[in-house]
């Protein structure tokens, strides 16, 4: 069974950078899609980014694209993202999350089937 646990969030000022990471066990990556998704308290999850499980393709919401690098290595069995310029408004629970499915790059959550518990990101002068 695959499982997934995020690391490196933190409190950070706005223009900071964090990398999340997020580490997988049991299976592995090799096989999955893998995304990140973030959510504010009373809003829905929001799709942030999705990587192809071998070619490396990356797709990126709007709000991140140019700021928020998604990365895999298989050979660690981890998932990154790297978000740079952090804004207000990127503070959320971020959560990565596998598939299988072929539609993983629309972002939708429930084509996602593995989760890990989430790591808190705050982003505050």
């Known amino acids: 069974q695959l499982q997934l646990v995020e690391s490196g969030g933190g409190l950070v000022q706005p223009g900071d950078s964090l990398r999340l990471s997020c580490a997988a066990s049991g299976r592995s990556l090799a096989n999955y899609h893998m995304g990140w998704f973030r959510q504010v308290p009373g809003k829905e999850r929001e799709f942030v980014a999705s990587?192809?499980?071998?070619?490396?393709?990356?797709y990126y919401t709007d709000s991140v694209k140019g700021r928020f690098t998604i990365s895999k290595t298989n050979m660690r069995n981890t998932v990154y993202l790297q978000m740079n310029s952090l804004k207000p408004e990127d503070a959320a629970v971020y959560y990565c999350?596998?598939?299988?499915?072929?539609?993983?790059?629309?972002?939708?959550?429930?084509?996602?089937?593995?989760w890990g518990q989430g790591t808190q990101v705050t982003v505050s002068s």
């Open positions: 990587i192809h499980r071998s070619s490396g393709s990356a």
């Open positions: 999350a596998a598939s299988t499915n072929v539609n993983y790059a629309l972002g939708k959550s429930q084509d996602f089937h593995s």
